[in-house]
């Protein structure tokens, strides 16, 4: 055994011995050839400049991010607000909902419509039913045609929609210099930002203008509005409305609960959906926690057995070790 | 433990009404106790943000007028 494994080792010394000389005589006949390798170099670097030089040209002329408009007519990237309610986990404040419908009723209504929401629901949400219907019966509405076909006027029931101020489109823009005052029910769905952008807008109003801007007559200028030129004033100022709450009018408080509000229009099953959502989660995570369990329990047998393999013997090349027993 | 797992057998599997009856109370039962237990759990976590937590203030108001 000794004997053995001590010539194995002068063989492999051997052949390493053999590897290095044709090693050295290799080395010599390329150093003969200098000049070859010089070219080699050339071109090498020649086609690796190439390829860096057309790989920049083509990011330089195709890579580039483009823009078809200019920061100032992009508008201002909203700041991202912490707003509770956008937690995954809670609801909408329903006093900051009460209070944004009073900001909406008493200033926004002048001038935008809520025609996805009805009177009634305001009920439960932010109303009792006694106030929701007073409401309601302030604002006038037209009945079905009567035996003579007239239309007639009734006092608003809780299933009406909150009436615009405004008979159709083209009124809204003829009594706002031509520009149309969104309707206001999916307005935080319908801008990029959503809540961030529209309290941004609302408070986003400087005092006058910066140096160099330019604003056109009847517009208004407010970095956050794509073009910066909008056709709204600036509405909200400080102590506008009186919160029955007592909660001081901030311009600030007044945007964040009007936009709390503005997101309630939009979602309305906010509420609901997170509770649904988180209860989902949790019966979905012990579920999968079982299926886990019982596809673990069901390959276990597979898992755990072996497999042995006992190769034939071919009769003719019996091993040494086995033909001395 | 099998001892258990025994007396669960015989009370309850052995016959297929029991076991029937048993696998609807439970899922009824389950489901009471789910959601009783997590809307509980949501209340705590939005305590005095939902309507009803706040409509007494306008229920009282309106009694006193």
Same mark, same amino acid.
């Given at each position: 055994?000794?004997?053995?494994?001590?010539?194995?080792?002068?063989?492999?010394?051997?052949?390493?011995?053999?590897?290095?000389?044709?090693?050295?005589?290799?080395?010599?006949?390329? +150093?003969?050839?200098?000049?070859?390798?010089?070219?080699?170099? /050339?071109?090498?670097?020649?086609?690796?400049?190439?390829?860096?030089?057309?790989?920049?040209?083509?990011?330089?002329?195709?890579?580039?991010?483009?823009?078809?408009?200019?920061?100032?007519?992009? !508008?201002?990237?909203?700041? /991202?607000?912490?707003?509770?309610?956008?937690?995954?986990?809670?609801?909408?404040?329903?006093?900051?909902?009460?209070? !944004?419908?009073?900001?909406?009723?008493?200033?926004? /209504?002048?001038?935008?419509?809520? +025609?996805?929401? @009805?009177?009634?629901?305001?009920?439960?949400?932010? =109303?009792?039913?006694?106030?929701?219907?007073?409401?309601? #019966?302030?604002? #006038?509405?037209?009945?079905?045609?009567?035996?003579?076909?007239?239309?007639?006027?009734?006092?608003? %029931?809780?299933?009406?929609?909150?009436?615009?101020?405004? %008979?159709?489109?083209?009124?809204?823009? /003829?009594?706002?210099?031509?520009?149309?005052?969104?309707?206001?029910?999916?307005?935080?769905?319908?801008?990029? !930002?959503?809540?961030?952008?529209?309290?941004?807008?609302?408070?986003?109003? @400087?005092?006058?203008?910066?140096?160099?801007?330019?604003?056109?007559?009847?517009?208004?200028?407010?970095?956050?509005? @794509?073009?910066?030129?909008?056709?709204?004033?600036?509405?909200?100022?400080?102590?506008?409305?009186?919160?029955?709450?007592?909660?001081?009018?901030?311009?600030?408080? =007044?945007?964040?609960?009007?936009?709390?509000?503005?997101?309630?229009?939009?979602? @309305?099953?906010?509420?609901?959906?997170?509770?649904?959502?988180?209860?989902?989660?949790?019966? !979905?995570?012990?579920?999968?926690?079982?299926?886990?369990?019982?596809?673990?329990?069901?390959?276990?047998?597979?898992?755990?057995?072996?497999? +042995?393999?006992?190769?034939?013997?071919?009769?003719?090349?019996?091993?040494?070790?086995?033909?001395?027993? | 433990?099998?001892?258990?797992?025994?007396? $669960?057998?015989?009370?309850?599997?052995?016959?297929?009404?029991?076991?029937?009856?048993? $696998?609807?109370?439970?899922?009824?039962?389950?489901?009471?106790?789910?959601?009783?237990?997590?809307?509980?759990?949501?209340?705590?976590?939005?305590?005095?943000?939902?309507?009803?937590?706040?409509?007494?203030?306008?229920?009282?108001?309106?009694?006193?007028?």
């Amino acid at each position: 055994m000794l004997a053995r494994s001590g010539l194995r080792t002068a063989r492999a010394f051997g052949s390493a011995r053999t590897s290095a000389t044709r090693n050295a005589t290799r080395n010599a006949s390329t +150093q003969s050839e200098g000049a070859a390798s010089w070219k080699n170099t /050339a071109t090498l670097s020649a086609s690796t400049a190439l390829a860096i030089g057309s790989c920049t040209f083509y990011y330089f002329q195709f890579g580039r991010s483009v823009h078809a408009m200019t920061p100032a007519e992009e !508008g201002l990237h909203a700041t /991202a607000y912490p707003w509770e309610h956008e937690k995954f986990f809670k609801t909408f404040d329903h006093a900051a909902l009460r209070r !944004g419908f009073q900001v909406y009723r008493e200033v926004c /209504a002048s001038c935008h419509s809520l +025609q996805r929401i @009805p009177w009634r629901a305001l009920v439960g949400t932010m =109303m009792t039913v006694d106030e929701a219907k007073a409401l309601a #019966e302030e604002n #006038e509405y037209d009945t079905e045609p009567n035996d003579e076909g007239e239309i007639e006027k009734r006092p608003g %029931k809780l299933s009406d929609y909150i009436p615009s101020p405004y %008979k159709n489109d083209e009124a809204g823009r /003829a009594a706002n210099n031509g520009a149309l005052p969104p309707d206001l029910s999916l307005i935080t769905k319908a801008r990029h !930002g959503g809540c961030n952008y529209i309290f941004s807008l609302l408070t986003g109003y @400087p005092e006058e203008p910066p140096a160099g801007a330019v604003v056109q007559s009847g517009l208004n200028f407010n970095p956050y509005f @794509p073009g910066t030129g909008i056709a709204m004033a600036r509405v909200l100022y400080d102590g506008l409305v009186e919160y029955e709450d007592g909660t001081p009018a901030t311009t600030s408080q =007044m945007a964040k609960d009007v936009v709390e509000f503005l997101n309630w229009s939009a979602e @309305p099953e906010m509420d609901e959906r997170k509770r649904m959502g988180w209860k989902v989660m949790a019966i !979905g995570s012990v579920l999968f926690a079982m299926s886990v369990w019982v596809k673990r329990y069901k390959w276990s047998t597979i898992k755990t057995r072996h497999l +042995q393999y006992n190769p034939p013997v071919a009769p003719g090349k019996m091993n040494p070790r086995q033909s001395r027993r | 433990m099998s001892g258990v797992l025994g007396g $669960i057998y015989n009370t309850v599997i052995r016959s297929n009404g029991v076991f029937l009856s048993a $696998i609807f109370v439970g899922a009824f039962a389950t489901n009471l106790a789910f959601d009783t237990g997590s809307n509980a759990l949501w209340d705590s976590i939005n305590r005095g943000r939902q309507w009803k937590d706040i409509k007494h203030r306008y229920m009282e108001s309106e009694d006193e007028e």
